[in-house]
């Protein structure tokens, strides 16, 4: 059996049907994957999606990556959390994570305030919650009373994964969280950022090793060079999208890499409705550092890349409108001991 641990992200945007999103659950199970994340925007929401794959999967953990602490009350999550880890007896992983303004203001209708304070009273609610603890919070957000579960995961400890990018969200990562779940993770700049986890992780006590780090990479697959030109297209209109469209959150993340002059192109070619060029500005170097793109072999050589800098469990997410023919191609090409290690 392979020792190292390998994960694999399912967007719910994407148009898959419940047996396909059945099949690669099952079939990234008997590659030996670790865990199975999917999220939520604004297609179906993440607990029904896992919870159907709980029903046909035996031995792979069913994470959500990731619910965001403003959609539903913390205990509304703790009692999610604990039935999907009923449900899939065991092997449940709780992803969370902010979001960002647009999508919380715009598309939820609710104020974007107060982030980190809102995800630390998260945390310490719901892992009080599932305890089997009552819950007497009186926080600066959150003022609980008299909560009490009925029922309690099988797991002693749900593990508690947070997405978080920006300084003080790695801080409070390494306070309280179990795992780490970046996004748009710059290969060469992972051991400065899981540094920094791992700072606050030692003066609260705490160590880097008792967290997963868990990047989410975007990956793809094959030795069809028409097809990998379509694939790098993909992500770099994905990228593009994250850097020019989505506020200023992802922007500076990627001024922080190096890339200001790039993401200020970008940003602009956005702002002017040129989603094309918008792509285009996205560079090879950009490609190179933050996606595992190529022929089964140099994509082994990049996800452990990833894993010397630091990734105790390099998360495989896929390019929107990849083809399911194409989502097992890769998961077979990144499989756990598949001889990236």
């Known amino acids: ?40 925007s604004w297609g179906r929401d993440a607990f ?45 992983t709780l992803g969370l994570g902010t979001s960002g303004r647009i999508v919380i203001e715009d598309w939820h209708g609710v104020g ?35 909560f009490r579960m009925a029922t309690s995961p099988v797991q002693e400890s749900v593990p508690i994964y947070l997405a978080s990018l920006g ?27 899981k540094g920094a986890v791992g700072d606050a992780a030692e003066r609260s006590g705490r160590s880097i090793n ?43 993340l990627f001024c922080r890499y190096g890339y200001e002059s790039e993401a200020e192109a970008i940003r602009a070619a956005w702002s002017e409705g040129d989603r094309a060029q918008a792509a285009a500005l996205v560079t090879e170097d950009m490609l190179d550092n933050i996606a595992v793109l190529g022929d089964a072999a140099a994509c082994r050589e990049k996800l452990q890349g990833f894993r010397d800098s630091g990734a105790d469990m390099p998360v495989v997410a896929f390019p929107h409108g990849s083809s399911e023919t194409a989502i097992m191609r ?8 598949s001889g990236g290690a």
């Open 1 to 40: 059996m392979p020792t190292e641990r390998t994960g694999l992200a399912f967007s719910s945007r994407q148009d898959s049907t419940d047996e396909e999103l059945i099949s690669v659950a099952q079939r990234a199970e008997a590659l030996g994957y670790d865990t199975f994340f999917t999220g939520e």
């Open 48 to 92: 029904t999606i896992l919870t159907m794959l709980a029903c046909h999967t035996d031995r792979l953990r069913l994470g959500t990556g990731i619910v965001t602490v403003f959609s539903r009350t913390p205990t509304m999550i703790a009692q999610s959390i604990a039935s999907l880890d009923q449900i899939s007896k065991g092997r449940a």
């Open 112 to 146: 974007f305030k107060r982030p980190l304070q809102r995800t630390r009273e998260y945390i310490e609610i719901i892992q009080q919650a599932l305890s089997g603890s009552r819950v007497n919070h009186q926080g600066e957000i959150f003022q609980l009373a008299r």
């Open 167 to 193: 300084p003080r969200n790695l801080e409070l990562t390494g306070q309280l969280a179990d795992g780490w779940l970046p996004v748009w993770t710059h290969r060469g700049h992972l051991p400065v950022m």
């Open 210 to 252: 008792q967290l997963t780090v868990a990047p989410q990479i975007l990956c793809y697959a094959t030795d069809d060079p028409e097809e990998l030109a379509r694939a790098e297209a993909n992500v770099r209109g994905h990228m593009a999208y994250y850097v020019g469209g989505m506020g200023t959150y992802y922007f500076n």
């Open 330 to 337: 890769t998961l077979e090409a990144l499989a756990p001991g």
